[in-house]
Structure formats: C-alpha cells, structure tokens
C-alpha cells in the first residue's frame, strides 16, 4: 500500500504553497466540485497537465462565493491566468429536478452537502475574479461551459441565453475535452504570447469585438438577436453546431451577439492512443485531498474502483450530452495503460477485489472506429448507429474480451463488473464478417456469465418506435431479442440475473398514449420501473431544441412535447400503473383519451 504526503496532491492553501517552496503561481484553478485527485475528475486532469507542462499549479475548490470572497483572493494573482469550471456535472442539473424543485445533496461535495456551489459557478466564479483581478486572464473549460458555447436553452429560466463567453466575461473557452487545446495554450504562452493573442488554437472559442477576418470554410449562424426573434433559426444553428462538432475537418463558426462576435475555432482531431494515456497516466493520487479526511464524497465513492477505457460515443442519443462534450469519434486507451491502472486500484487501502466497472461513455464501443477514415472524415452524421449502423464501423469486441480477460487475470482481482451501459443493438448486429458476429456473441455470453453483479442496466428509453426514433434509439424490438439471450445465457449458467431498463417520460415526440403503450408493452415483462426519468432538456442536444423551439433541427418539422409540469406528471404517472395510488387517476386518464383497450390490458 503506497504512502501519501500532503504533498503529493496539487495544493490547495498557502500552507500546502509554502511546504514545496514556491514563491509564485503560475495558474489558479477554481472547481464547483471537492478536489479528488483522480482522472475522472477534470479539474485535476487539467491541473497535473499543466504540472507536467512545468507549471506550478493550485486548485481552489469550491470556493465561498457568498461572503468576503477571500477564497478568491487567498492564493493572490497567478503568473498566466486563472481555470475556472463548475465541475464534472452541469451546474443546473446537479441542483434541480427535471420538475425545477431543488434537490437536497450534491454527490460531488464531501457528505453530499447541497449548499456549496452556486447556480451556474462558470459564470459567478468569473465574474468575481474580473472584479477583483481585471488584469489576470480567465480560461473557462467543463461541460458546464462546453455546452454553452453558442446561444442556447436554459430550461431552468426558460428562455435563450447568449453564449456563456459573454456573461462570464471569460477571455478564452476551452470546450470538450481540455488536454490538447491546452498543451497548446501553454506552448504559446511560453513562446511570449499574450491569452489576447490565441485565435487560432482550435476547440478554444472567444469574444471579439471587431469584424473577424473572414475563412473559406467559415460558417456563420443566426445571431443571438435573430434566435431572439424566431424559434426556427435556433433549431436550425442547432444542426450545425451539432454537425461541426461531430465533424473530422470541420469549420469555423461565427455568431453575432449584439456588437461583439463569438468566434468557435473547429475541434482538434480525435486523440490517439498515446495522447489519451498520456493524460490517464498522469501521476494522480486517485484520492480525495486530506482535508476532507473522515468525509464521504459520493462521486468519488462511485468511481474510486472503475476504470474509463476510452472517450468519445458514437450513439448520438438525442437527450444526452455526451457527443456535444467529447465528440462522437472514439479515442481509446492502451492495453498497458488499463492494466496499470487496475493493478493502481489493487494497491488501495479497502480494495476488496471488485472493480466495479471496466467502461466508458458506453460500454462496449472501446477501440471502434471507421474501417475506411476517409468515409469518416467527410461523414456529418451524428450518430454511427442510427437510424442503423454504418457499414464503415467496425463492430469488433475482440478488444474488449482480451481486456476483460486480462484483468480477471491480475492476482488480487476476484471479479470486474461492467457498470456503464451497454449497447445491446451492437452486439445484435450481424456483420458481414461471420467472425465478427462470433465474436459479438463470445463477448454477449462473457458479459452476461461473468461480469454482471446480479443486474445487468440497459437503456431501451421507449417501448414506441415512433419516439425512438426521436430519440435515436433502435426499436424496442430488439430489447426482446436481447432479453430472450440474457435469459437463456443465464439459465444455461445456472444464474438468477435480472435485466434492469431504463426508460424516459415527456422526451420531445413523446404523448400520454405512448406513455400508456409503455406501460401495457413492459407489463408482461414483469417489471416494476424504477430506474426513468423525466426529460430535462440540458443545453445543445437535439431533444432540447426540439422541446424549446417546437421544431426538429434535422427536418424542421414542427414536433409535440409536454411542456407543462400537468402534461409531464400525466405522462411519468403510466411508470407506476402496479401502484393502487396512481390507478384511479390512470383509470380517468385512459377513459378521457378513449383507449378503453389499453385500460382493459393494463388492469
């Protein structure tokens, strides 16, 4: 079991500053989230990048934004710029239901307390350190700001906000994943530039306030003002953002936001292998820091035995995030790589043997990629997988059965689980290649017998083809030709495992009737639903502006959605149709839409 020192950890304080001897800050980051020195964590991915740039680093997190501010002024001003993120989570999200009620903890704060950040931290961070720093340049990363790039939805004011850049007046945007735009940042300031300077760095965004000097392949959208003015030129910026995000060679984009321009400089390509390992084999304590010693951080607890095998999804679903942050092309980690992080996790003081999950964004997409990158590099579809796989993916689980396999062989492993979601369409795939479609079955049948702990979690969303379609999901159908494989592998192995699906009420496209279809088609299935959820429309993703603008991005076509708490409640009631509290009223419902035979199916 290794030892740790205080210094081991970024610090945190003046004291931990003076213990290693440092005069001057070269960046000071400030977190929404507890510091957990672990790769799961992007405020410490950030900080040891730029220790491993040579820089002195400090990380300040979650500071009091209520009082005299003196968390913001403790560490004094840093040499190159200030990071600010509100964490690994949405700020918005993380503090309220989809029904806007505030919820009563925090999984990233020590004992879950609910109080410690502000709504919307990018901003309130920022915006306290240009009072009280206006000459120290800020740098905004994280999903929060990711998602925020272009004028967008904010479900919980209910109506458009103008880029994040101009209401946290920070000078510079890092979106998706920060490790190459910021290695690049530092390169350039090194070289004696100023923040001011960056223009070009690509996946950075920044306000100017004079005409851009126009590119070839400069994209501009409707203004802030114009997506003010109508719906439709939201839902239609929406689409390109969506498509440039996605894209191999994308272009630039240019939105006009009264006087100033926000300019986005297109991502960085993919990061390869040794790029992504570069990044996990920083040397991380994978600890929460000693001052929240006797203190339980229920993100951290959740992760502390998994590892992340790769970045990136290629699903695309129309509710999630994930694309729009880490972009849809898959960027995996190596064998080596997995492995020493696992063995990493065996020395942990209260290891017990369990890693509880061997995963990613999704499951089983690590090391698939395009058979042929040219056809990749001019695709703008934003899914691989829907409405049906590409015939350029290569559907090979060959890689993950060898990594599972060599984890199991490590000596104080008894048994790794794989936790994140599966995507069962790709196993069910039939390739042309036979080996292939043996191998997805070799892989079906190990997942199954061996890395399963009691209950397997799938997420079908819907029972109603129609509303998955919205939500770029396969049919439903498939989710009974899987479950007929789950049952039959476990009877053969003598096992007594449950399917466990996840389902979405008020999801854009999505009626009371559908709802009730749901009910009637899982109703012989013998599930009680307990892992759904109401849609929350969060920023940049298709399913929001379909809610908000009343229109698809993709074929403009105007598209029904439950806005009103009485609409959503009327839907999420048809979960819990066993419950005598909620009969009478699924009874009035079902009369007043006159589907008596619905009714009749259900009770």
Known sequence: MKEYRLTDWLPTTKKEIDLRGWDELDVILFSGDAYIDHPSFGAAVIGRILEAEGLKVAIVPQPNWRDDLRDFKKLGKPRLFFGVTAGAMDSMINHYTANKRLRSDDAYTPDGRADMRPDRPSIVYTNILKEI??????????IEASLRRVTHYDYWDDKLHKSILVDSKADLLVYGMGELPLRAIIGELKSGKSIKDLKDIPQTAYLWDKTPDGKEKDIYLFSHEECLSEKLNQAKNFKVVEEQSNMINASRIIQ???EESVIINPPYPPMSEKEV????DLPYTRLPHPKY????IPAFEMIKFSVNMHRGCFGGCAFCTISAHQGKFIASRSKES???????????????GYLSDLGGPSANMYKMNGKDENICAKCKRPSCIHPKICKNLNVDHSHLLEIYKAVDKIPKIKKSFIGSGVRYDMLLHRNEDDRLNKISEEYTKELIVNHVSGRLKVAPEH???KV???MRKPSFEQFYTFQKIFEKINKESGLKQQLIPYFISSHPGCTEIDMAELAVATKPLGFKLE????????????ATEIYYTGYHPYTLEKVYTARTKEQKLAQRQFFFWYDKGYRPQIIKELKRLKREDLLKRLY
Do not use: H, N, R
């Open 293 to 296: 010693k006797g203190k339980t």
């Open 468 to 470: 998955l379609s919205y």
């Open 338 to 352: 997995i492995l020493k992080e696992v063995k990493e996790i065996t020395d942990m003081p209260d290891f017990k």
């Open 256 to 258: 006009k936001c009264g």
């Open 463 to 465: 029972t109603s083809d």
């Open 133 to 142: 720093f206006p000459d120290i340049p800020v740098l905004l990363g994280g």
């Open 277 to 280: 390992d570069a990044s996990f």
């Open 531 to 542: 892992q759904i959820q109401d849609f929350t429309p969060s920023p940049m993703t298709v």
